[in-house]
């Protein structure tokens, strides 16, 4: 299994990106697919994710990122719009056998669930 990430770049506030993730390897419309990130100092965060049965965001992000994926090309999006200084960060792709609900149900009993694969990640400065 392959993820690629592209798109990242530097922005001013108020400013929009789109990020990519193009996946390879294995049964790409079966999975739950999510968007990560890590800020410089901080710990990596859940920005959304999204699968055959639908999407999250994050309320950090929500009504601003937009998740999205077209499965005719394996590829996952994140559209960032009205971005802020604190959105600056590495933002990884990823990618799990299980679908997001099971996941959810897993991290919800209090268990650590990490995605079985993952990108390079690509910079998104934002100033």
């Known amino acids: 299994v392959q993820l690629v990430e592209s798109g990242g770049g530097s922005v001013q506030a108020g400013g929009s990106l789109r990020l990519s993730c193009v996946a390879s390897g294995y049964r790409y419309s079966a999975y739950c697919m999510a968007w990560f990130r890590q800020g410089p100092g901080k710990e990596r965060e859940w920005v959304a994710n999204i699968d055959v049965d639908g999407s999250s965001v994050a309320d950090s992000v929500k009504g601003r990122f937009t998740i999205s994926k077209d499965n005719d090309k394996n590829t996952m999006y994140l559209q960032m719009d009205s971005l802020k200084t604190e959105d600056t960060a590495m933002y990884y792709c990823?990618?799990?056998?299980?679908?997001?609900?099971?996941?959810?149900?897993?991290?919800?009993?209090?268990?650590?669930?990490?995605?079985?694969?993952w990108g390079q990640g690509t910079q998104v400065t934002v100033s």
């Open positions: 990823a990618a799990d056998g299980l679908d997001c609900a099971a996941i959810a149900s897993i991290q919800a009993q209090g268990h650590k669930k990490e995605y079985n694969y």
